[in-house]
């Protein structure tokens, strides 16, 4: 029996697998639509199959491959993505408690762990390249601004694939080292993220290679799905919040797709609200968004967004100027009653400073800037009492050695011990904590 199809979420053509949609150029022929979704056969028995009695000895986003768009496990290219904790992070409570009088639970999606290359992007690239393998297709292009990138090159790699990775003029050369070095081909286009998409495009349609197609790729979002599945399976209470840093928006596409699975089974209600988190130098959903509901949201509001060229963010992960997947994607938020926000830069290094003292984690940039956005949105009044609260860290720190390197504070240099002092650590606290403490609670003293 077949497994799965593909299915225009515009005009509900249907294709009848990879081999049809990657046939069409990834363009659904009847509407111009670029947004289908993996529809299963069996979807409610599959999914109980899955939690009820999973048969596999496949651990991390595996263990979902009866409903993941895959028909032969023989194809499955993986490297122990997804098999990561969740976590209870008891200080992001403490603080929702201590100036907010809010009493909820907070978790942590720990993405930042995952085996490959240390990023959630490892699920995309782990479906991605199994997909491929299944489909024969031996060369693959894709535009990035570093994780993406990193994670494809990887799981490619794997099965011998060819790898056309596009990224923007800025990005730092330990990506693209990173990229490279699996045996993969990097092209620095002079130019912003957005330039190096349409590089990539025109170079895969001059070559005739297959290109990622964006924030709606059905590889990528069954992929991400996987995430939400997995809350189901790990926690007591399905999150009332999700929270995660917002660039093109694939995270909470697949998100939504795998709640829907959910409440199609009936094993969840409805979606989490979701709060999603913007770099304040690379904003263009959350200044739309703000625009919007300032208006009350009138007839086409969905459609009208800014277009940033060369967006000025030190956070190359978040750097999607021109947010094409704007008009689908709030749409899914104000129907969740969420919220798209944004997290001043220059409080991240700070932010990731205190996570790292506070937790013993280590986050990259923008993995930070989720963390950041649970604080903004105590701040907006978007966090209730009892809500239970999921953010996706999407990062560890290191996807990003070089904001490593920034974050110790200076070297200290000494060639006598006489030159040392103590360590006054409850100081240093105070301090890293000051700016963040400002900017959510206001100027006071606390
Ligand atoms: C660590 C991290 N967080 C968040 C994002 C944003 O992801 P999305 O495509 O879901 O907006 C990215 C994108 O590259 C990322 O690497
Ligand atoms: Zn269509």
Redesign the pocket.
Known sequence: MKKFSLVCNTCSKSFNDFVEWFASNQVCPDCGGQYVEAIYENLIERLIKNFVKNKHSLKGMWRYYDILPLNSERNIVTAGEGNVSIDRWHFLEAFAKQYFNVSCQVYVHRNDNNNATG???DLAGSLVASVLQENNIQQYVVAS????GVAFSRYISRYNGTLYVFIPEHSPLFKEAEISIFGQRVYRVMGDYAAAKSMAEAFSREKNILSACG?FDPMRVEA?KTMALEWFRQLDYFPDVYI?????????IGVIKGCRELITAKMIKKLPRLILVQTSRCAPMAEAWNLAKSMGFPDGWQKRYPVYDNPDTGIS??A?GNPSAYPVLSNYIKESNGDIIDFPEDIVNDLARVIASETSVRL?P??VV?VGGYFNALKKGLILKDDHVLINL??GIR?DPEFMVQLNKKSIRVSRSGECTLFDRAQYKNEIWSGLRQYILGPKDH
């Open positions: 990023s959630f992007k601004t570093g994780n993406i924030a991400k995660q840093a917002l660039s093109g928006g694939t995270g909470p992960t978040l999607t990259g923008a993995a989720a999407g990062e996807r």
